[in-house]
């Protein structure tokens, strides 16, 4: 057993025994996204060196968003910790929502968080969650399909090449979608995919004044843009499909492209779950060429509401989970294309996971998302796939239930547009912005 072995087991054993007495049972609610399922499966470590046990309630992210802002703007005090993000997370601790993470150990080494996501957690610089794991998005696509096509994917390519890489691949008769996007309503789910790629296309949300801008050429020429290729090229249904449908689809070879969270590199690269593991590349979101490009910034992290009764206990599961010694633990024992990426800087600096083949492409991505001026025209708000003030969650989710019923083929673009304008104002208007 080496020195460092022994520290580890000898601290391992100071924090049952200082625990054993004071051991908690946490309740945890997380998204039913792959890494944190995966997080589930060790929980048994956690509770090995802490004495506490855990409670999961593991919710579709739609659900998991309406029930944790719910409970904490209640004070209904279910949980304690909640899988929130950058756009809840600097609002709720604000309101004083959220217990300050400002007292991490010094072994858990809160420096070493990606300044992209410390930044996007914090509030007037104090961090109020720590990131499980970060994310931006990029193209993922069949390397072999590419090349059936006879075309060549960019490192930085453009969305008229997309659409054109999209018609080439698809193949009706067998089956194949030659690109799979999110249409699901729901602020975080599509809304956030289209939000995105809107920044590229030169739209905007709201002007420096807050006056919604959907009766606008970028926006029109953004949805209709999306519809178009996704009728000429995208799954059947696709105004229900999401991340995890998405997945699903990619990972059984139903699709040429899908442009979505870094963090779904690992699992269609992963020959135990992804049928076209060794024929995935990746490159960066698409552009219109006018400086701004369609990938969003994101961190799935982990929160203390301020009524739980177990904080102590809770710091420990937080400190655990999104430390470096978690990293190691599914490094050693899945692989380090396995680990939650784009958290910490360490794991960009270390020789094991720079040959990853997504691992540069995730950090070149989430480098270039910029919260503070993700549009063309300038606007009056923080956020690349979210506007960060406490109405936009009901907006973007009313909004986004309009676009879907677009793709679904209930309305058109125009109609659909019409209705988010309005009820965009009138909802700025009610909450004093206009």
């Not at 992290?301 to 430390?323: C, D, H, M, R, Y």
Request: one cysteine or more; a negative charge; aromatic letters at 10%.
């Amino acid at each position: 057993m080496t020195f460092k072995s022994v520290i580890g087991a000898a601290t391992a054993l100071t924090l049952v025994a200082g625990s054993a007495a004071l051991a908690e049972t946490i309740t945890i609610a997380t998204v039913n996204n792959g890494d944190m399922i995966r997080m589930q499966g060790y929980t048994d470590d956690f509770t090995a060196k802490t004495g506490h046990t855990v409670e999961w309630v593991t919710l579709e992210e739609n659900v998991l968003r309406q029930r944790v802002t719910t409970d904490i703007s209640t004070k209904g005090g279910a949980f304690d910790i909640m899988t929130i993000g950058m756009y809840e997370t600097p609002i709720w601790g604000g309101n004083g929502w959220l217990v300050a993470l400002d007292d991490l150990s010094a072994d858990y080494d809160a420096g070493d968080i990606l300044p992209a996501m410390a930044g996007g957690l914090s509030h007037d610089g104090t961090l109020y969650a720590a990131p499980f794991y970060g994310e931006s998005s990029m193209v993922m696509y069949r390397t072999d399909l590419m090349e059936k096509a006879g075309l060549e994917m960019p490192a930085a390519p453009s969305w008229s090449f997309i659409a054109k890489a999209a018609r080439e691949m698809t193949d009706r008769d067998a089956g194949i979608n030659g690109i799979c996007l999110r249409g699901k309503a729901g602020w975080g789910e599509g809304g956030a995919f289209i939000t995105a790629m809107s920044n590229s296309f030169g739209a905007r949300w709201f002007d420096e004044d807050w006056n919604a801008q959907f009766d606008t050429r970028e926006w029109s020429d953004t949805l209709n843009f999306f519809v178009n290729m996704m009728s000429d090229s995208g799954p059947a249904g696709y105004a229900t499909n999401g991340f995890n449908e998405n997945l699903s689809l990619f990972q059984q070879g139903k699709c040429g492209m899908w442009i979505d969270a870094t963090v779904a590199a690992s699992f269609v690269t992963n020959p135990k779950d992804s049928t076209v593991a060794d024929s995935v590349g990746f490159a960066l979101a698409p552009d219109n060429g006018m400086g701004v490009r369609s990938n969003w910034l994101w961190a799935w992290a982990l929160a203390i509401p301020a009524g739980t009764q177990n904080v102590a206990a809770a710091k420990q599961f937080i400190e655990w989970a999104t430390s470096k010694d978690y990293i190691e633990l599914v490094a050693a024992n899945e692989g380090w294309a396995n680990v939650p990426p784009g958290a910490r800087t360490s794991l960009y600096e270390n020789a094991n996971y720079k040959d990853v083949p997504f691992a540069q492409m995730t950090l070149d991505s989430i480098l270039s998302a910029d919260p503070n001026n993700s549009t063309v025209d300038p606007s009056p708000y923080v956020g690349v796939q979210f506007a960060a003030i406490p109405e936009f969650a009901g907006i973007a989710t009313e909004v986004s239930q309009e676009f879907s019923a677009v793709y679904a083929g209930q309305q058109s673009v125009e109609d659909a547009l019409k209705k988010a304008q309005a009820l965009t104002n009138d909802a700025m208007e009610a909450a004093g912005y206009r």
